[in-house]
């Protein structure tokens, strides 16, 4: 049995079986799924990362089924946008952006009481979204009803002290890249905060709204590295679609990425958007 390395640092043991259902899981067939396990089990070491198997995984993908590459590594890549949420921030309004609503980022809001910074302002007709960008480098987490208690709360101050414009309406809208407890959709139903995270709401939730669009995070692609990441980000560029505009030439130049890397994340891009 060969020990791997969880992002927490915590040991376990590999399981083939369990890569291979997640491989299913994103839509490919079992021949694909067990062909794919095979391959990263012979080249399992002790001490592997389940980030370097996850990233292997990805590269047998392109190859094999590269229409999936995106369902597979779409939460992952999620929560790859940090690590300190700002890029996060950027993707979400970019996203919001694709479905019609204006966005700024980072604006300071008058309330009542104190000075507020809004990660995303969001306007759609009457509508004024104070959006926060709640991010979590892990799956595990959950967004719980403090959150949305602490929202709502800036929500009423700002409200008070956005008075003299009465035409607005403002609305509290949490977005996050975990999963909501239920006391937090409980409370958010009950003060109208409008909620979007992993699963929620069904038929709307943040992965439906990016696989409508295809909106993927730069981050899904296999050869994007924390160091490429930081760079794409700089020239706003978060999509996945954001590189296919660019010839090889054009990316090495603008960016000062090497050949290499720059052939990698055209070719994973054209065949995830395809």
């Known amino acids: 049995m060969i020990q791997v390395i969880k992002e927490t640092g915590e040991k376990e043991t ?10 299913i899981n994103a839509g490919a067939s079992p021949d694909t799924a067990k062909k794919i396990c095979g391959a990263i ?20 993908l392109v190859v094999e089924q590269p229409e999936l590459v995106a369902n597979y590594s779409l939460r992952r890549g999620i929560a790859a946008l940090g690590p300190a949420g700002f890029v996060f921030e ?9 479905y019609g609503y204006t966005t700024e980022q980072g604006i300071w809001m008058q309330g009542e009481c104190l000075k507020h910074e809004v990660d995303i302002y969001a306007t759609k007709g009457k509508f004024h979204f104070l959006v926060e960008a709640k991010y979590r480098n892990s799956q595990s987490i959950k967004t719980h009803v403090d959150v949305i208690m602490y929202a709502y709360a800036r929500l009423l101050d700002i409200k008070d002290g956005q008075k003299h414009k009465k035409d607005n309406e403002y609305v509290m809208w949490v977005v996050t890249n ?11 139903k009950c003060k109208g905060v409008k909620l979007v995270g992993w699963s929620y709401p069904k038929g709307n939730s943040l992965e439906k709204m990016i696989e409508k669009k295809k909106l993927y995070p730069i981050t899904v692609l296999p050869s ?4 490429l990441l930081a760079i794409f980000a700089e020239q706003k560029m978060v999509l996945a679609q954001d ?4 010839s090889i030439t ?8 090497t050949k290499q890397q720059a052939e990698l994340l055209l070719s994973e891009a054209q065949k995830l958007l395809a």
């Not at 592997?48 to 990805?58: E, G, K, N, P, V």
């Not at 975990?178 to 958010?188: L, N, Q, V």
């Open 250 to 257: 054009e990316l090495v130049e603008g960016l000062k990425i």
């Open 90 to 98: 950027q993707y979400i309004a970019t996203l919001l952006q694709a």
């Open 178 to 188: 975990t999963k909501f407890t239920s006391s937090a959709i409980y409370y958010a």
């Open 243 to 246: 590189i296919l505009p660019y």
């Open 14 to 23: 590999f399981s083939s079986d369990k890569l291979c259902t997640s491989i």
């Open 41 to 60: 089990e012979s080249n399992l070491e002790p001490g592997m990362t389940t980030t370097a198997i996850f990233r292997q995984t990805l590269r047998h």
């Open 224 to 227: 994007i590295t924390p160091e």
